[in-house]
């Protein structure tokens, strides 16, 4: 079974609609890293989380982690076509400095 | 602004050729990282340099993968012979000890 769940698969929203991707770990989370990934492309950092209940935002993109229920979400607020792509979630299990990924979600935002 | 550097892009190889990846780090990160990502398997970790030493290649084939850092300003994969099972996205990343920056990949194609 996948270390980390993402959830949903893929999403398809309309520009403007916020949003909100899981990433859940069946094991404990020491930090939390959020990409983003294009078709074709590297991944690109969006934002790191470490502690229990530490919230990041970067322009629309919010992250929070909840350290008990081993899980972060990622929150889209008023989605544009310039969102859509992979979001992945990489868990560090405790300074083995290996990123354990998940599998992702395909976010789509039409216009 | 600095990135990492992957070659070739693209590649197309007969199964049991020898292929061979590069990629250029970030000047002063001293870390390396190379994963593999398939749809079905996602991102998998192959194996990590810390100062041009391996430190983690536990998630490479022995038998036919090897991975170098012959300085630091170059880590290069290699798959000797190649399978069709080969195929898929190569990434190097690199980072100050953590996960920073990740090259644009290179599409690997076994026939």
């Known amino acids: 079974s996948q270390e980390l769940e993402q959830s949903p698969q893929s999403l398809i929203v309309q520009e403007g609609k916020n949003l909100t991707i899981n990433c859940t770990s069946s094991?404990?989370?020491?930090?939390l890293y959020w990409y983003k990934q294009k078709y074709g492309e590297g991944l690109i950092f969006l934002m790191m989380l470490q502690k229990g209940g530490e919230e990041k935002s970067h322009e629309k993109i919010t992250a929070k982690l909840d350290e008990k229920k081993q899980q972060s979400s990622l929150h889209i607020t008023a989605s544009q076509p310039s969102h859509a792509g992979i979001y992945l979630c990489g868990a560090d299990r405790g300074g083995s400095e290996k990123l354990v990924f998940g599998k992702g979600t395909k976010l789509t935002v039409n216009p | 602004d600095a990135r990492v550097t992957q070659t070739p892009r693209h590649k197309v190889t007969e199964m049991g050729q020898e292929v061979t990846m590069r990629c250029q780090p970030i000047?002063?990160?001293?870390?390396v990282f190379w994963y593999r990502q398939t749809m079905m398997q996602g991102l998998e970790l192959l194996a990590y340099f810390r100062n041009r030493a391996p430190l983690d290649d536990s998630g490479m084939p022995k038998d036919r993968f090897s991975a170098e850092m012959p300085d630091a300003t170059l880590a290069t994969l290699k798959i000797q012979p190649s399978e069709p099972r080969d195929s898929a996205v190569y990434f190097c990343a690199s980072g100050l000890v953590v996960l920073g920056s990740f090259g644009q990949g290179t599409r690997l194609t076994v026939v």
């Open positions: 000047l002063g990160h001293n870390t």
């Open positions: 094991k404990t989370l020491y930090g």
